[in-house]
DNA sequence: TGATTTTTGGTATAATTTATTCGAAAAAAT
DNA sequence: ATTTTTTCGAATAAATTATACCAAAAATCA
């Protein structure tokens, strides 16, 4: 493979990324099954056989859009941690955040049904990620004691529980009832819980 | 056939209903082609076949979703046409009260591309609609006049204008582009622009 | 109760859709 | 001009799906 010499990237690349792009919308928007090969070209402007040099099959590039968006998720919630906002506010922009980025997530995963090969694909990413999270709100926590404002004894015991609460938020989500939840209400709900049992009173 | 004595709805009807209910749910979600009979049947928990007692065939369903949904349209309408308001701000309902239940019958417009009966299907009912639609916009203007509030000499003809308007609101609800439009925006624009056309000026 | 009507859903099938392959040709780069 | 990259039409095999039929369950009635 030869390359243009002054810039990183090929053209394959770049076209690779915006496949990854338009399919990642509209498999968020229909699901894994409901989405076809068909939908994806059509919106590319290329002939279906044309997704199979880029990638090399439907689950293939089903598998990119998931990592892609992982990744992104990830380096959004990076910025987040690295604000210098108030704890309890940090804690809540990270839900909050996560919650939305998840919003596309979660029609992936709920037009998956039976594909039991990609539910387990997804369900490895979460539980790889799930220890990240962990670490990531442990960080917040950390800074909050330091900043006086949170009173933690065993900073992963708290994370943890921490998680399973935005696990219960993500429930909705996953199951589909979109409209229904408000999200911000919700968050704040949980953080209110959450901050009575956390806050240092005075 | 024999029905229960009392009510004056069969269980059938009942069931009917329900399925409208459901199907309309999920055909505005993913649109005629992608909606599957068993997406439905299992929604309602019955057997595929089930769904042919009540309704002939897929189209058939379809199209009972459409109607029940114009009348539910021209009812919520006919509401707001009723209700004692200043009129601009009746104005105003109207269109929202519009494009807001049209947001519903926009997937199923989108996703039908190539099924050419049912697009006809449809267009069929947005005809006839139109007209309708610039009797109701007429009855608000006469009654602005009559409240000191509009200046209008032609109804017909600036009704047909608003209506036109109201179409190019509709447009980017049709195109498929939800998240992007803020449907509220948009009106009090095209409404900020059509009062300055109507006002009676002090 | 037993008879009849309503409602359900399993199974079958024919038509359609869809993911994937292959190879050749257009386009771009060298 | 030759090589490399990129595209896509056509073919196919597997899967999905709308629809038809029929028998049995459930509800209603007499």
Known sequence: MVMSS???????DANRENILKIAQEIFSKYGYKK???DDIANAVRKGKSSL???FSSKEDLFQAVILKEVEILKRELEKVILRNTDPVEKLRDYILTKLNTYRGLANFYHALENDVTAIEFIDNIKNKYNQEEIRMIKRILIEGVR?????VKDFTLVAIGITTAIKGLEMP???GDYGTVNLETGVDNILKILCYGIMKRN
């Open 173 to 175: 989500l996953s199951a």
């Open 147 to 151: 900043k006086n404002a949170f009173d």
């Open 6 to 12: 002054d810039t990183g990237v090929n053209k394959k």
């Open 52 to 54: 199979y040099y880029y």
């Open 35 to 37: 989405t076809t090969l």
